[in-house]
């Protein structure tokens, strides 16, 4: 079964709407079919916005999308993605990844093990839990075996693809949907920015005592406006009270402090469609950790796989969990939205990167394959280049900068 299919299958789709669609094939060589992921997800996505339509997508768009960090420019320059401290470390007995791009996230690593001569002194278990422990992000590099027989791993597979479940009654409402985005860094923004290109009201909102990096927030700001504004605030709650989609991407066990569980959220709004992205799934033992893109191919075994050598742990060509993530919980909001204008109801759209790093690991593998280079798509917009959309068309607005919207609807 092909990524596409799985997908489609799993969001409960008409099997037939799918005949003739074939996913291009995306330019990323990798160990594992990390293109045919890719291309899956935004085929997906695609499909399930317009059912019925052929398939238009071009290989150098969608490339470019997904690895869209490599082409940003602001006022000319590069953006350099990686910290002092983000990347893969020996340790005492194997290797560690770590995230430490967010202050504190740098921080809690640095708390532990000092500095760059620190790594050594301590096992790959041992940083990975004290770290988490303190708030920060780094996991053991893991084998792809180790993982299997690690409880997460059992918790990840018992979820679907990607989920679709109607959780609520509520009155069929149709029209331009307004998308609350409670997102950060690459997989949530991705989609939020995907349903902006589809035409819906999307509006950022970022707590106030949260940092976030410029340059990643324009990356994947195209069509969307910023706001900073508390999640218990007045506002929030008239924001709330109007919205047809929250999309949310922070860990499930913070939502739940906040008042912003699923369930919670479509009882204050029936009718609301509720999309859940996170790292690890709403279960298992690290469903309370955060983590991101490169530490899921860390834990998972993918680094161990793409390694160059055996000998030092790698890496997808693509932030490619991340983007997946994104069109798939693309394509629920879109499938949910449909129906709830059909039926009415109040729907759950859920994936997580692990689960679709399951699902990449899962698939058939083969030969490495050499794609030729491609012509990076982009866009400029006076001082600001960034990737243009994966899909034929072009943004309808350039991003903003962090937090410089009214907190309003248009």
């Given at each position: 079964m092909s990524f596409l299919d799985a997908a489609w299958s799993a969001l409960g789709n008409d099997p037939a709407a799918l005949a003739g669609a074939v996913p291009p094939t995306i330019p990323?060589?990798?160990?594992?079919?990390?293109g045919d992921l890719v291309g899956g997800a935004v085929s997906a996505a695609a499909l399930a916005h317009a059912p019925g339509t052929q398939l238009h997508l071009d290989p150098a768009r969608v490339a470019t999308a997904v690895t869209s960090e490599r082409y940003l420019r602001v006022h000319g320059e590069p953006w350099q993605a990686w910290a002092e401290f983000s990347g893969f470390w020996q340790t005492a007995d194997g290797w560690v990844r770590t995230h430490a791009n967010y202050p504190h996230h740098r921080e809690a690593l640095l708390d532990v093990v000092g500095g760059a001569d620190g790594f050594r002194?301590?096992?790959?278990?041992?940083?990975?839990?004290?770290?988490?422990?303190r708030g920060g992000v780094a996991v053991a590099v893991r084998s792809e075996e180790e993982w299997r027989a690690h409880p997460q791993a059992a918790a990840v597979a018992r979820s679907p693809f990607v989920r679709l479940d109607r959780v609520g009654d509520a009155p069929r409402r149709g029209g331009v949907p307004r998308v609350l985005d409670l997102t950060r860094?690459?997989?949530?923004?991705?989609?939020t920015r995907t349903l902006a290109f589809w035409g819906a009201d999307v509006l950022r909102i970022d707590g106030p005592r949260l940092p976030e990096i410029e340059a990643q927030h324009l990356d994947t700001g195209a069509g969307k406006r910023?706001?900073?504004?508390?999640?218990?605030?007045?506002?929030?709650d008239e924001l709330l009270a109007e919205a047809d989609v929250v999309v949310t991407g922070y860990r499930p066990v913070a939502l739940e402090r906040l008042g912003l569980?699923?369930?919670?959220?479509?009882?204050?709004?029936?009718?609301?469609v509720v999309a859940r992205l996170s790292v690890?799934?709403?279960t298992g033992p690290?469903?309370?950790?955060?983590?991101?893109?490169?530490?899921?191919?860390?834990?998972?075994g993918i680094s161990w796989?793409?390694?160059?050598?055996?000998?030092?742990?790698?890496?997808?060509?693509?932030?490619?969990?991340?983007?997946?993530?994104?069109?798939?919980?693309?394509a629920g909001v879109a499938t949910a939205l449909r129906r709830r204008a059909e039926e009415g109801g109040s729907y759950l759209v859920e994936t997580s990167l692990a689960r679709v790093a399951q699902e990449l690991l899962a698939a058939a593998r083969g030969p490495r394959a050499a794609h030729p280079a491609w012509d990076p798509t982009t866009v400029t917009y006076g001082d600001l280049t960034v990737a243009r959309p994966a899909f034929p068309g072009e943004w309808s607005a350039p991003p903003v900068p962090w937090g410089s919207s009214e907190p309003r609807w248009k």
């Open positions: 990323l060589s990798a160990a594992l079919p990390v002194r301590l096992t790959s278990l041992e940083i990975e839990e004290q770290v988490t422990a860094v690459i997989a949530g923004p991705v989609a910023s706001t900073i504004l508390d999640a218990g605030s007045t506002r929030f569980s699923p369930e919670a959220l479509v009882e204050r709004r029936p009718g609301l690890w799934g709403a690290f469903a309370a950790r955060r983590g991101f893109d490169s530490i899921v191919q860390a834990a998972s796989l793409e390694s160059a050598d055996g000998a030092t742990p790698g890496a997808l060509p693509a932030q490619a969990l991340d983007h997946s993530a994104g069109y798939l919980l693309a």
